[in-house]
Nanobody, 126 residues
Framework: QVQLVESGGGLVQAGGSLRLSCAGS????????MAWFRRAPGKVREFVAA????????YYADSVKGRFTISRDNAAIIVSLQMNSLKPEDTAIYYC???????????????????WGQGTQVTVSS
C-alpha cells in the first residue's frame, strides 16, 4: 500500500511560482510512475504532468508545458511539481497519483493511477 501526501499549495499572484511536493511511503515507490492532476472549480479532474519510475521520461499537458516541471527523488520518496509563470486559470486542487504498473501508455488518464493523495489547494490571483 502506498500513501501520498501533498504539500506546498497556497495563494500566489499571477506570474508567481509555487513548488508542490508529494511525499510517498512504501518500499516500491521507486517502481511506480507518478503524476499530478488538478481539479478546478466546476470542472473535471485533468492531467497536468507525469514522470516515469526512473525519471527518464516526462509528460505535460499543453496548458502547462514550458511553465511546469515535474521531478522525483526516489531516495527521498518525493515527487515535485515546480510551477512558474502561474495564471489564474491554474487555480485548482492539485493531486498526486501513483501508477503501480508503471505503464508505458495512458499517462494522462486518471484511470491509469491506483493511489491518490488528498490534494493541495493552489489559488492564483489576478
Amino acid at each position: 500500500q502506498v500513501q501520498l501526501v501533498e504539500s506546498g499549495g497556497g495563494l500566489v499572484q499571477a506570474g508567481g511560482s509555487l513548488r508542490l511536493s508529494c511525499a510517498g511511503s512504501g518500499r516500491t515507490f521507486s517502481t511506480y510512475n507518478m503524476a499530478w492532476f488538478r481539479r478546478a472549480p466546476g470542472k473535471v479532474r485533468e492531467f497536468v504532468a507525469a514522470i516515469s519510475w526512473s525519471g527518464g521520461r516526462t509528460y505535460y499537458a499543453d496548458s502547462v508545458k514550458g511553465r511546469f516541471t515535474i521531478s522525483r527523488d526516489n531516495a527521498a520518496i518525493i515527487v515535485s511539481l515546480q510551477m512558474n509563470s502561474l495564471k489564474p486559470e491554474d487555480t485548482a486542487i492539485y493531486y498526486c497519483a501513483a501508477d503501480r504498473e508503471a505503464s508505458t501508455t495512458g499517462w494522462a488518464s486518471l484511470y491509469q493511477y491506483d493511489y491518490w493523495g488528498q490534494g493541495t489547494q493552489v489559488t492564483v490571483s489576478s
